[in-house]
DNA sequence: ACTATTCGTCATCGCGATGAACAAATTAGT
DNA sequence: ACTAATTTGTTCATCGCGATGACGAATAGT
């Protein structure tokens, strides 16, 4: 299970502090300290953890043994006294691999502990409907080949994790059901050519992506709370709470999409009325726009239409903004997340949708502050969910350090 | 503030784990052990804590000390081998001072660290738009009465925490908005009589008090993932996840009254259309009775109607539950909470309210499990809101027994 | 060359948990 | 009643790990 487990029920089962506990926190918070700060010297990783220079040469020095970070040798600083020696994460060992399956298409990357992406691999592949034990297999050819090629690169992926359009249990390790692959309670193995597997909901990776993103970028700090609004199949949200995933009791939080709009309106596959997919989904945006469902890749087909000028695109577009808009307010109001962001397939839709979104958000959010800039439409776009695949490795390894084989 | 601060913004700022870290979160563990597991000898506490009986002896000679434990001298416990000496929460000392001001009254009380209610008051008070300071003054009378009552206890109150039925910047110690008491921005005084204040909304302190409620009766274990619904100003959600409070990025989660019910429907106050609250709020509930607003005690009013039987009256909390329902089926589908309790002033309405809110929970959350028990009404009603101030500075010794004093 | 800095490492110290040993207090068995 | 077996709580030696301070190394400024 990427991230968190869903509600570990801990009451008050907190382990014992030990000194091993201590050494694996600040561990995680020198290596914590390197993945976020590009290059840093011993000093000056001292200087923002709050630890002493002996300390950090010692944890260091553990870090360095078990591969995850290298150093760059000392560079002139231009500023008086000996130069720092620079550390970054190791751009060999360690490494994260993600997967995906799609309706159309098979994919997987591999990612190094900075986050980079060094392989990526997809492939042409109509899943719908197909046995998953064939899909799976075809999967695991996949990443066999990407195994192979990460080898050369001197890169051994800790770690796999797929990424399932449709209800994930992460917890134990199932697709609860996948109506676009036709699959249902699909029990996952738990090792993929040796590597613990894990599946996790396709919006769900998006939304880590997100979160893990590249800070430098001039897009400001990555926001820490967030709601990451995503359609593959469905509409998911994912909600980030400080900086973490949030899953609710079950593991069944985010599914914004049977959240009621009207209350009296249409009936939705779910038993219920008047849900946000009954105006926002494939089907809704599809019949509104005249155009024929399951063609294709139909949020390309919309985007296309749109550019195009279609006036029956736009403004079914716009329709599913309002009621998206609509549901979101009540999210925000519940919430209040720092940011929302489009993600996944519809981030491609943005520019036809987010204006009635932004309207929709404005009027209905008014108790708090609230503006327009906070939502937003995701730069990954339908790449998060595997990037974010890959990285939950990566982060995983990043922040329990010694949690990877037997650093500790 | 209380509990927990909103947002620490903290992405990798962790404070490097030193021995007395290690200390001070032993010490909590080992107190947080006797708090919630009744008696327990130290031998018990080292079993279920998992540390050393070693150990715990010395952090218990620690928190005797701090005056947080004490023992009850040996007990037979009928099992082979020297019995324990059995260790529970001091009933003198540390303790809580809970304060709340409502339209109509001013009331106090303190617990002492088993959470057990030492001394309650409660005077009758108009305080509808009565100057904030001439209430405040009331308020500290009343408080300077409870502190030397608990004085004669042994009982020393180590902070106070003061309900107020309106929105509230709990970080920053300002009442925002009370509209029922016509405060706006009233900045509260760090101190009173000595003791650290804190603010809070009736609502999170309600949900608090739900959350640290006595598990030993026979209500089963409490949840730690719950959203708690109140109507006292407006009508507020306060989430609990994970047995904190979540308060949203800018501390003003829970916004549950103005969740969109009826996007098209009446405007509200807050400039949206069909807000919560222009079906289950007061004025909305009043009308539909047929009563005339503003009416002292509306809450007990509609109470008493709804048991001799009016059918206007009992219409009119039927269609406030069936709103209730809807919004609160957008929110369960959302953060997927373990439970949903109703609280505040609408507990003691539930038996009229809860049926339509639970037939609408269930035809709306249909995508993962849901049973109507998931939704009930808090025993606390009311009370909630006072105890769970009290109960605030008890929890925070507790959670945190060596930020208290100098205790490490 | 000399001084002022800054970086990384080493020896020493203190704190706190661990583990083993031991006295005290009880029950079970004869 | 006396012994054996347990269980509890404390004491003592030990270990792990970060803090502290000192020292060599490497740079810039004069």
Chains 1, 2 share one sequence.
Not at 72 to 81: E, H, I, N, T
Not at 203 to 232: C, I, K, Q, T, Y
């Amino acid at each position: 299970m990427p991230s968190q487990s869903h509600s570990p029920t801990g009451g008050q089962q907190r382990r014992p502090a030990s000194q091993q506990g201590m050494r694996r926190q600040n561990l995680a918070l020198v290596l914590g300290a390197v993945a976020a700060h590009a290059p840093l010297s011993r000093a000056d990783v001292a200087a923002r953890t709050g630890l002493t220079r002996a300390a950090v040469s010692t944890l260091v020095v553990t870090l360095h043994e078990a591969g995850l970070v290298s150093e760059l040798g000392p560079a002139p600083s231009g500023r008086v006294g000996r130069p720092g020696n620079a550390l970054v994460l190791s751009n060999e060992g360690p490494a994260g691999l993600g997967l995906e399956v799609g309706v159309e298409h098979l994919a997987g990357c591999v990612v190094d502990l900075s986050g980079e992406v060094r392989l990526q691999r997809r492939t042409a592949s109509p899943n719908r409907g197909r046995p998953a034990d064939q899909v799976l297999a075809d999967l695991g050819a996949l990443a066999a080949e990407l195994l192979a090629e990460a080898e050369a690169l001197k890169l051994r992926p800790a770690g796999a994790v797929l990424a399932v359009p449709g209800l994930v249990d992460a917890a134990a390790g199932t697709v609860v059901h996948a109506a676009n692959l036709g699959w249902r309670e699909l029990h996952l193995p738990p090792e993929l050519l040796g590597l613990p597997l894990s599946v996790e909901n396709e919006a769900n990776l998006g939304a880590l992506a997100e979160l893990w993103r590249e800070g430098g970028e001039a897009e400001g700090p990555a926001p820490v709370d967030f709601v990451h609004v995503s359609a593959e199949a469905g509409i998911g949200a994912a909600l980030v709470v400080g900086g973490r995933l949030f899953r609710g009791a079950r593991g069944f939080a985010g599914e914004l999409g049977h959240v009621p709009v009207h209350p009296e309106g249409p009936l939705c596959p779910c038993g219920a009325h008047g849900c946000l997919e009954q105006y926002a989904g494939e089907r809704a945006v599809l019949a509104a726009a005249g155009l024929p469902e399951a063609s294709g890749d139909w949020v390309a087909l919309l985007a296309k239409r749109a550019a195009e000028g279609s006036a029956p695109v736009r403004e079914a577009l716009r329709q599913a903004g309002v009621a998206l808009g609509t549901a979101l307010a009540g999210a925000v109001n519940l919430v209040d997340p720092e940011a929302v962001v489009l993600g996944g397939a519809y981030a491609e839709l943005g520019e036809w949708l987010l204006p009635a979104m932004r309207a929709e958000l404005a009027a209905r959010v008014t108790v708090r502050p609230w503006e327009a800039g906070a939502l937003s439409a995701s730069g990954l776009g339908r790449a998060g969910a595997l990037l974010g695949a890959a990285l939950v490795t990566v982060r995983r390894i990043i922040e329990n350090p010694s949690g990877a084989y037997g650093v500790g």
